[in-house]
């Protein structure tokens, strides 16, 4: 069964960190670019970062340039984000997604498979 399962996520308070994992069982992550999703409370989901296939292309939301960082180990099979000086506004469901090319995750079309995401909460 092809499944992806996210981790890390918690409690932090603003100005804090946390790191993300993003798991692959049944399949191999070494041929998809993968990318981060947060959904907030009420709002719509959005982009948060993509790596290509190789980890040699990276990118970021506006909103989070500076602070997260997208990382990924094929060798273990797993995928990371690393956020850094956190924010209230940080607060969401974070997921992460596959998709068939980097461009694809850039512009979040056609998006694979998807985790069930994992709940990070940035408050004092």
């Known amino acids: 069964q092809l499944q992806l399962v996210e981790s890390g996520g918690g409690l932090v308070q603003p100005g804090g960190s946390l790191r993300l994992s993003c798991a692959a069982s049944?399949?191999?992550?070494?041929?998809?670019?993968i990318g981060w999703f947060r959904q907030a409370p009420g709002l719509e989901r959005e982009g948060v970062s993509c790596?290509?296939?190789?980890?040699?292309?990276?990118n970021y939301a506006d909103s989070v340039k500076g602070r997260f960082t997208i990382s990924r180990d094929n060798a273990k099979n797993t995928v990371y984000l690393q956020m850094n000086s956190l924010k209230p506004e940080d607060t969401a469901v974070y997921y992460c997604a596959t998709a068939p090319s980097f461009r694809r995750c850039v512009t979040s079309v056609g998006m694979d498979h998807w985790g069930k995401g994992t709940l990070v909460t940035v408050s004092s």
């Open positions: 790596i290509s296939s190789s980890g040699g292309m990276t």
């Open positions: 049944g399949f191999t992550l070494d041929s998809y670019a």
